[in-house]
């Protein structure tokens, strides 16, 4: 599986647009980009996740750049709630793969 | 549909005993992940079951962990002899088979486990 990059840690205003970068500059043609958040220590919650073209949903959209290289993860009104740490993971899908490998994420706080 | 059900959600075991953590996986799916996350620190992949299959188990300690996905029934991640370092938090996700439209793994809230 590729490997992904994030910053280890951002900040945000509660009710502004939260966003996410991730490189992925190794992804595979076969593997998709998905984002997954860990509050506390609770299970990882699924967010969404793409392969090429942007997508949306009802918690966040993905924005993926053509390349494939990097996406941005956007949660568009950020309550205080949404403070987690969020993983950028790529997973091929395809014959017996299709493990989740998690990195150290980026720690999002948000702030009042 | 409920998700992925593990249980116990806290288990408290001393020295040597042996720790069964049990996993249903969500409706439909047949493919189960188990992931260990120490204190303080990220989750680490342990294994992915298929129904009767061990597909991957390179995250799996070599000695004292066993995991198993049975034809009927849960998965169990099996820890025969805990010490203090196996204290962490075990959680397991499910995903659906190949070929189906929806593909996202989706993780239980996990089990807790401590050693004393």
């Known amino acids: 599986d590729a490997k992904t990059t994030q910053p280890p840690s951002m900040d945000c205003a509660e009710g502004r647009a939260a966003n996410l970068p991730c490189n992925h500059s190794t992804i595979s043609g076969n593997e998709y980009v998905y984002w997954y958040r860990q509050i506390h220590s609770q299970g990882p919650q699924y967010i969404i996740h793409g392969l090429k073209n942007n997508e949306t949903n009802e918690m966040a959209s993905l924005i993926i750049t053509e390349d494939r290289k990097s996406s941005t993860l956007i949660l568009p009104h950020a309550t205080l709630r949404d403070t987690a740490v969020y993983y950028c993971?790529?997973?091929?899908?395809?014959?017996?793969?299709?493990?989740?490998?998690f990195g150290q994420g980026t720690t999002l706080q948000v702030k009042p | 549909n409920a998700g992925v059900m593990q249980n116990p959600r806290h288990l408290v075991r001393r020295r040597g005993q042996e720790a069964r953590l049990r996993c249903s996986p969500m409706k439909g799916h047949s493919h189960v992940y188990w992931y260990r996350q120490l204190p303080e620190e990220g989750l680490k992949f342990m294994v992915y079951l298929q129904k009767e299959n061990i597909i991957d188990e390179s995250g799996m300690p070599k000695e004292r962990f066993s995991a198993e996905f049975p034809k009927e029934g849960p998965s169990i991640l099996r820890i025969q002899q805990v010490v203090r370092g196996d204290s962490a938090a075990y959680f397991c996700?499910?995903?659906?088979?190949?070929?189906?439209?929806?593909?996202?793994?989706?993780f239980g809230q996990g089990t807790r486990l401590t050693v004393v």
């Open positions: 996700a499910s995903s659906p088979r190949q070929g189906q439209r929806r593909t996202e793994a989706f």
């Open positions: 993971i790529v997973r091929a899908y395809s014959g017996n793969t299709g493990k989740l490998i």
